[in-house]
Nanobody, 124 residues
Framework: QVQLVESGGGLVQAGGSLRLSCAAS????????VGWFRQAPGKEREFVTT????????YYADSVKGRFTISRDNAKNTVYLQMNSLKPEDTAIYYC?????????????????WGKGTLVTVSS
């Protein structure tokens, strides 16, 4: 089993920045990808970004490319999401998500472990 704990959400004005953290514990050696999904009110959960644990290769949704950056600290088993130039449409609960599978997990069905989520609110 793997446990994921997010931190760093909050309220920020449009154009501002936030950094989220996701600390993984348990059988982390099983993981191939760790990243983030988000769910806005009334909408489905959507892929944001992920990082391949052993190579560091990153993948982003088009909506966040150039604004969000994912990184990892292998020694701390922690993934970070730096979010810049935030927009009101980025408002959502952000979930840390990890996969043990080979393919890039761009769909919720490909996720094996979820964190409980952290709320990000961007005011206009």
């Amino acid at each position: 089993q793997v446990q994921l704990v997010e931190s760093g959400g909050g309220l920020v004005q449009a154009g501002g920045s936030l950094r989220l953290s996701c600390a993984a514990s348990g059988h982390t050696s099983l993981l191939t990808y760790v990243g983030w999904f988000r769910q806005a009110p009334g909408k489905e959960r959507e892929f944001v970004t992920t990082i391949k644990w052993n190579t560091g290769r990153t993948y982003y949704a088009d909506s966040v490319k150039g604004r969000f950056t994912i990184s990892r600290d292998n020694a701390k088993n922690t993934v970070y999401l730096q979010m810049n130039s935030l927009k009101p449409e980025d408002t959502a609960i952000y979930y840390c998500a990890s996969s043990r599978r080979i393919g890039v997990p761009r769909d919720s069905s490909a996720i094996d472990y979820w964190g409980k989520g952290t709320l990000v609110t961007v005011s206009s």
